[in-house]
């Protein structure tokens, strides 16, 4: 410590910043590393931050105008007791399988609060769903049969909604799941004829409930001005469309897709623009066209992203050629995005630092320490499981902790754990 903060410039704080230190140490939830890695049996393991996601949360909710619901989209970090903790700070969760949705309920929230979004959904799902009075986001006509289905052979009437593939796409999101053809939604071209069929059986057997619509375009957008135009494609297009439906909007979920800065040259996202943009839009166009309409902004990685590090252990030190090797005791199986192989074109260094030494050795290296140039390799047996190409390192030693940020979102969860058979990490939240 200190490693360098991507963003730098911008006036809020993100990643390493975001961390305290103690005696030279990271800590994460005021715990230093090398004692969160006693507590945890070893490495590697992950760490989140409790406070950190508090205060996300509180900055997002001030950004907002009142009145906007804020949904956590559990996708991004399913760790039960993250869930419980979230479950206190947000308005509901979007879930995206019957398994994110169980764990959903197991905080209490109820189904009301919750909405299953996802190409897929299978008809046992759906009828889980159904049954726990969860809102099902229909990806398609044929969805709507099996959720009709459902609510028949239970005597539940199914709370729906329509996913809609907007005309449009997000400029600028790391991750495109709108405009041009989709596994996600329905095409809005299509939507009229999938309300009109929704409307044509409103007490019968097969009844369902229509609240409203839901458009996701993109995530890991690091412009407000493309969430903003975004959000003005997306109204406009919902307002257009609750013409055709067979009762008031009363549900517009808005998407999201704030991102969050991975390496230096990004620009960390600042939310107020989008708060503004969007109180614009509800004094006008929502209010206008959509009066019953509860909008809702889904955030995953925005909210938890910066909030957890990868703390891993350096198992050996060597040279090949010229090139130093810390080799850690983890890597892509637990933290597979840090490694450039989760849907991005290019790879570039995630924030990464020595955080702290084995127990009773000493600090992690102090500001002004002499660093060397490294490659931080996890311990599969495949190049792919690179950390960190050629970083700037105070010198570590085997026992020596690395932290890799920005670990808290599509971490563990999205990496493949089975990968060379090597034990699944802790997971603990500070
Ligand atoms: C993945 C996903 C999200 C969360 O995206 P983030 O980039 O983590 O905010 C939200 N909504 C839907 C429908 C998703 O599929």
């Known amino acids: 410590m200190p490693p360098t903060t991507p963003g730098t410039g911008s006036a809020s704080a993100s990643g390493p910043a975001l961390f305290g230190s103690a005696a030279g140490e990271l800590t994460v939830g005021g715990v230093p590393a090398s004692l969160i890695a006693e507590r945890a049996g070893g490495t590697p393991l992950f760490a989140y931050d ?145 309300l009109a069929e929704i409307a044509r059986d409103t007490s019968g057997p097969g009844a369902v409930g229509f609240e409203g619509f839901h458009v996701f375009a993109g995530s890991q957008n690091l412009s407000a001005e493309s969430i903003c135009r975004a959000q003005r494609e997306t109204v406009a297009l919902v307002a257009e469309l609750a013409e055709h439906a067979p009762a008031p909007v009363r549900y517009l979920n808005l998407g999201g897709g704030f991102g969050i800065p991975y390496s230096a040259r990004d620009v960390p996202l600042d939310p107020r623009p989008i708060g503004e943009n969007l109180a614009e839009l509800l004094e006008t166009t929502v209010r206008r066209a959509l009066p019953q309409a509860r909008p809702v902004i889904e955030l995953g990685r925005y909210l938890v992203g910066e909030a957890g590090v990868y703390l891993t252990r350096v198992v050996d030190r060597k040279e090949s050629r010229g090139t130093t090797y810390l080799v850690v005791d983890g890597g892509l199986h637990h933290q ?95």
Do not use: W
């Not at 049954?131 to 199914?158: H, T």
């Not at 290296?365 to 060397?372: A, I, K």
């Not at 030693?397 to 493949?416: C, M, N």
């Open 50 to 194: 409790r406070k950190l996601v508090v205060e996300r949360v509180a900055a997002v909710r001030e950004a907002l105008p009142a009145g906007v619901k804020l949904s956590y989209a559990v996708k991004a970090n399913p760790m039960p007791a993250l869930l419980h903790h979230m479950s206190t700070l947000v308005d509901g969760f979007d879930v995206a399988s019957s398994g994110e949705m169980l764990a959903a309920l197991d905080t209490g929230v109820p189904g009301a609060r919750i909405a299953f979004a996802g190409p897929g959904k299978t008809a046992a799902e759906l009828r889980q769903a159904v049954a726990a009075g969860v809102l099902v986001e229909l990806e398609s006509a044929g969805e709507l049969d099996r959720v009709r289905a459902a609510g028949a052979a239970l005597g539940v009437r199914p709370r729906v909604a329509v996913r809609v593939n907007p005309p449009f796409a997000v400029h600028g999101s790391g991750m495109r799941m709108g405009g041009g053809p989709q596994q996600f939604g329905v095409d809005a071209e299509q939507v009229p004829e999938l």
């Open 336 to 430: 597979l995005a840090a490694t450039g192989n989760l849907g991005r074109a290019l790879r570039r260094n995630y924030p990464i630092a020595v955080a702290g030494h084995a127990a009773g050795t000493g600090g992690a290296g102090r500001s002004g320490e002499p660093t060397e140039t490294v490659d931080v390799v996890g311990c599969l047996c495949t190049p792919l499981d690179l950390l960190g190409r050629a970083v700037e390192l105070p010198r570590a030693e085997p026992g020596a902790l690395i932290a890799v940020f920005q670990a808290g979102a599509y971490g563990l969860t999205a990496s493949p754990t089975a990968f060379l058979g090597h034990p699944a990490p802790r997971e603990l939240l500070l």
